[in-house]
């Protein structure tokens, strides 16, 4: 069989474009679950998202995608959805939490709260880990770092696969106490890491930090990898002066 020149040119531009309209409806999908995030968090859907006919209207986007995204958010456990009934924002006060470490006022838990909490543990971790990490630990967090590059595109993997190097970091401290500390307030943590996904680039961003905080702990500088955490949590802070000013609106 043969082919004129016209006629494959339009296969290989058919294909190309069939490839770029496939990596725009995967960024798509990723905008729409930001944007939600950024909703959700501001409180701005109460307990229950609007249907998806609502939401594809308001988003200007198919239902293919739209679903795509919920189940994203579905898997971060930002909500969940019910068969026939809809998506439902969860709680914190739902996490499965052992309850003799939930403070009183768990539901009114904030932002600040969190990176707080964060700072006060994994500074300490990082310090001892500096020194301790044995070389299985640092081609572990190699792996994991490795593993966010491939799924900058993806937010919901970058999510696990960031709370993997943070838990990874902790144990590898040798301190039972600060990794109990961590595991009992690991939803917090993700908490923290999901609804500070709120805008393009969040991603990359965060994969440098990882990237320094791992040549430092190479390095066995412990005060090089504890100001490089502590400037990485320190970015999040802009999301709870955010909420504070939503709140007071």
């Known amino acids: 069989m043969v082919y004129r020149m016209d006629q494959i040119d339009w296969s290989m531009k058919r294909t190309k474009w069939g490839l770029a309209m496939a990596v725009e409806r995967e960024h798509l999908h990723n905008r729409l679950i ?19 006919r609502a939401l594809c209207a308001r988003f200007g986007v198919a239902r293919g ?32 939490l052992p309850s003799q470490f939930l403070p009183p006022d768990f539901d009114s838990v904030n932002l600040a709260d969190v990176i707080e909490a964060r700072k006060a543990i994994e500074t300490a971790a990082v310090t001892a880990a500096a020194t301790r990490m044995t070389s299985g630990q640092l ?42 500390a961590f595991e009992a ?22 994969l440098e930090y990882h990237r320094r905080l791992l ?21 999040m802070s802009k999301y709870s002066r955010k909420a504070a000013r939503q709140q007071r609106a």
Do not use: W
């Open 34 to 52: 930001r944007e939600l995030i950024a909703q959700i968090a501001s409180g701005e859907h109460g307990k229950r998202l609007p249907s998806e």
């Open 65 to 96: 995608t739209l679903r795509k995204a919920l189940t994203g958010l579905e898997e971060l456990g930002v909500i969940r959805i019910k068969p026939n009934s809809g998506a439902y924002v969860q709680p914190l006060s739902q996490v499965k």
């Open 139 to 180: 081609r572990e967090l190699e792996g994991l770092v490795a593993r966010m590059q491939d799924a900058l595109d993806d937010i919901s993997a970058f999510v696990e696969l960031d709370m993997a190097f943070h838990r990874t970091l902790v144990r590898a401290s040798g301190n039972a106490v600060l990794t109990t």
């Open 185 to 206: 307030i690991y939803e917090y943590h993700r908490f923290s890491t999901v609804f500070t996904s709120q805008q393009e680039g969040e991603e990359a961003e965060a």
């Open 215 to 235: 040549t430092a702990l190479k390095a066995k500088d412990a005060p090089a990898s504890c100001r490089i955490l502590n400037e990485h949590l320190n970015t």
